[in-house]
Protein backbone atom coordinates (compact mmCIF):
# COMPACT_ATOMS: atom_id res chain seq x y z
CA UNK A 1 0.00 0.00 0.00
CA UNK A 2 1.25 3.52 -1.09
CA UNK A 3 0.43 6.17 1.32
CA UNK A 4 0.97 10.13 -0.14
CA UNK A 5 0.36 12.84 2.39
CA UNK A 6 -0.88 15.80 0.43
CA UNK A 7 -1.54 19.11 2.34
CA UNK A 8 -1.58 17.31 5.99
CA UNK A 9 -3.95 14.35 4.65
CA UNK A 10 -3.24 11.03 3.72
CA UNK A 11 -4.47 9.52 0.77
CA UNK A 12 -4.66 6.24 0.48
CA UNK A 13 -3.56 4.55 -3.17
CA UNK A 14 -3.75 0.60 -2.90
CA UNK A 15 -1.22 -1.37 -5.62
CA UNK A 16 -3.32 -2.46 -8.24
CA UNK A 17 -3.97 -6.53 -8.04
CA UNK A 18 -5.99 -8.68 -10.99
CA UNK A 19 -7.71 -7.58 -13.96
CA UNK A 20 -11.10 -4.58 -14.77
CA UNK A 21 -14.08 -5.82 -15.64
CA UNK A 22 -13.34 -4.33 -18.87
CA UNK A 23 -10.36 -6.54 -19.39
CA UNK A 24 -12.16 -9.61 -18.63
CA UNK A 25 -15.26 -8.78 -20.91
CA UNK A 26 -12.57 -8.42 -23.52
CA UNK A 27 -11.12 -11.30 -23.10
CA UNK A 28 -14.25 -13.61 -22.84
CA UNK A 29 -15.84 -11.81 -26.18
CA UNK A 30 -12.75 -13.09 -28.15
CA UNK A 31 -12.80 -16.42 -26.83
CA UNK A 32 -16.52 -16.76 -27.64
CA UNK A 33 -15.64 -15.28 -31.28
CA UNK A 34 -12.48 -18.22 -32.07
CA UNK A 35 -14.78 -20.60 -30.66
CA UNK A 36 -17.84 -19.50 -33.02
CA UNK A 37 -15.38 -19.93 -36.05
CA UNK A 38 -13.56 -23.22 -34.41
CA UNK A 39 -16.95 -25.17 -34.31
CA UNK A 40 -17.71 -24.27 -37.96
CA UNK A 41 -14.63 -25.43 -39.11
CA UNK A 42 -15.08 -28.25 -37.21
CA UNK A 43 -18.30 -29.27 -38.50
CA UNK A 44 -16.81 -28.65 -42.32
CA UNK A 45 -14.57 -30.93 -42.03
CA UNK A 46 -16.71 -33.41 -40.09
CA UNK A 47 -19.11 -33.48 -42.77
CA UNK A 48 -16.05 -33.40 -45.46
CA UNK A 49 -14.97 -36.65 -43.78
CA UNK A 50 -18.41 -38.38 -44.08
CA UNK A 51 -18.56 -37.37 -47.66
CA UNK A 52 -15.39 -39.11 -48.63
CA UNK A 53 -15.67 -42.39 -46.41
CA UNK A 54 -18.93 -43.06 -48.00
CA UNK A 55 -16.82 -42.56 -51.73
CA UNK A 56 -14.38 -44.81 -50.23
CA UNK A 57 -16.85 -47.30 -48.84
CA UNK A 58 -18.72 -47.81 -52.51
CA UNK A 59 -15.05 -47.97 -54.28
CA UNK A 60 -14.11 -50.85 -51.79
CA UNK A 61 -17.35 -52.65 -52.23
CA UNK A 62 -16.67 -52.09 -56.27
CA UNK A 63 -13.31 -54.00 -55.48
CA UNK A 64 -13.96 -56.54 -53.80
CA UNK A 65 -16.76 -57.29 -55.70
CA UNK A 66 -14.58 -57.11 -58.86
CA UNK A 67 -12.23 -59.63 -57.29
CA UNK A 68 -14.25 -61.76 -56.17
CA UNK A 69 -16.29 -62.54 -59.28
CA UNK A 70 -12.98 -62.35 -60.87
CA UNK A 71 -12.06 -65.65 -58.43
CA UNK A 72 -14.70 -67.72 -60.80
CA UNK A 73 -12.96 -66.91 -64.26
CA UNK A 74 -9.79 -68.13 -62.78
CA UNK A 75 -10.66 -71.42 -62.10
CA UNK A 76 -12.51 -71.28 -58.42
CA UNK A 77 -15.61 -73.38 -58.22
CA UNK A 78 -17.08 -71.38 -55.27
CA UNK A 79 -17.07 -68.14 -54.04
CA UNK A 80 -16.83 -67.64 -49.99
CA UNK A 81 -18.81 -65.35 -47.74
CA UNK A 82 -19.22 -64.27 -44.47
CA UNK A 83 -22.34 -64.59 -42.50
CA UNK A 84 -23.37 -64.51 -39.26
CA UNK A 85 -22.30 -68.20 -38.04
CA UNK A 86 -19.03 -68.05 -39.91
CA UNK A 87 -18.83 -68.51 -43.56
CA UNK A 88 -20.79 -69.38 -46.47
CA UNK A 89 -20.06 -71.23 -50.12
CA UNK A 90 -21.91 -70.48 -53.14
CA UNK A 91 -20.98 -72.17 -56.44
CA UNK A 92 -19.29 -70.08 -59.25
CA UNK A 93 -21.76 -71.02 -61.88
CA UNK A 94 -24.87 -69.27 -60.05
CA UNK A 95 -25.96 -66.37 -61.53
CA UNK A 96 -25.51 -63.14 -59.64
CA UNK A 97 -28.64 -62.79 -58.68
CA UNK A 98 -28.47 -66.29 -56.56
CA UNK A 99 -25.53 -64.31 -54.98
CA UNK A 100 -26.75 -60.84 -54.15
CA UNK A 101 -27.88 -61.93 -50.35
CA UNK A 102 -24.64 -63.48 -49.38
CA UNK A 103 -22.79 -60.18 -50.39
CA UNK A 104 -25.17 -57.97 -48.53
CA UNK A 105 -24.82 -60.08 -45.48
CA UNK A 106 -20.78 -60.47 -46.30
CA UNK A 107 -20.67 -56.32 -46.59
CA UNK A 108 -22.60 -56.26 -43.29
CA UNK A 109 -20.30 -58.75 -41.66
CA UNK A 110 -16.84 -57.09 -42.56
CA UNK A 111 -18.36 -53.84 -41.34
CA UNK A 112 -19.74 -51.56 -43.72
CA UNK A 113 -21.73 -49.03 -41.73
CA UNK A 114 -23.06 -45.64 -43.07
CA UNK A 115 -20.70 -42.61 -42.18
CA UNK A 116 -23.04 -40.57 -41.89
CA UNK A 117 -25.15 -42.78 -39.29
CA UNK A 118 -23.04 -46.03 -37.73
CA UNK A 119 -25.93 -47.31 -36.57
CA UNK A 120 -27.04 -48.54 -40.07
CA UNK A 121 -25.78 -50.69 -42.57
CA UNK A 122 -24.09 -49.33 -45.38
CA UNK A 123 -25.22 -51.68 -48.32
CA UNK A 124 -29.02 -52.50 -49.20
CA UNK A 125 -30.44 -54.34 -51.78
CA UNK A 126 -32.28 -52.19 -53.69
CA UNK A 127 -32.03 -51.35 -57.41
CA UNK A 128 -32.74 -47.53 -57.17
CA UNK A 129 -30.60 -44.49 -56.05
CA UNK A 130 -30.31 -44.36 -52.39
CA UNK A 131 -32.11 -41.17 -51.14
CA UNK A 132 -30.65 -41.34 -47.65
CA UNK A 133 -27.46 -40.09 -47.24
CA UNK A 134 -24.08 -42.61 -46.80
CA UNK A 135 -26.11 -45.54 -48.33
CA UNK A 136 -25.66 -47.76 -51.25
CA UNK A 137 -27.91 -49.80 -53.21
CA UNK A 138 -27.33 -52.90 -54.49
CA UNK A 139 -28.66 -54.76 -56.88
CA UNK A 140 -28.24 -57.99 -59.64
CA UNK A 141 -29.81 -59.02 -62.38
CA UNK A 142 -30.53 -62.61 -64.45
CA UNK A 143 -27.20 -61.92 -67.11
CA UNK A 144 -24.84 -61.48 -63.91
CA UNK A 145 -24.28 -57.62 -63.77
CA UNK A 146 -24.63 -56.17 -60.79
CA UNK A 147 -24.96 -52.33 -59.72
CA UNK A 148 -23.51 -50.25 -57.19
CA UNK A 149 -25.07 -46.93 -56.47
CA UNK A 150 -24.00 -44.56 -53.82
CA UNK A 151 -25.67 -41.42 -52.02
CA UNK A 152 -21.91 -39.80 -50.56
CA UNK A 153 -24.41 -36.33 -49.42
CA UNK A 154 -21.92 -34.30 -51.61
CA UNK A 155 -23.26 -31.06 -52.33
CA UNK A 156 -22.60 -31.07 -55.79
CA UNK A 157 -22.23 -34.75 -57.31
CA UNK A 158 -23.83 -37.08 -54.49
CA UNK A 159 -24.33 -40.04 -55.90
CA UNK A 160 -21.69 -42.59 -57.42
CA UNK A 161 -22.77 -45.18 -59.61
CA UNK A 162 -20.66 -48.49 -60.84
CA UNK A 163 -20.91 -51.56 -62.54
CA UNK A 164 -19.63 -55.20 -62.16
CA UNK A 165 -19.88 -57.76 -64.23
CA UNK A 166 -19.51 -61.55 -63.37
CA UNK A 167 -17.80 -63.59 -66.20
Given at each position: ?????????????????GFSL???????????????????????????????????????????????????????????????????????????????????????????????????????????????????????????????KTN????????????????
Amino acid sequence: MIILIENNHKILKKKRKGFSLIELLVVVAIIGVLAAVGVVAYNGFIASAKEKSTASNHANIVKWLSANFAKCSTGATHLTYKYIHGTLKIPCHYQTKHHVKYIWDHLYYEGFMNPHNPTERAVYLDSKKPTVVGRTNFSCNNYNLCWIKTNTGASSNNYLSSTVQKE
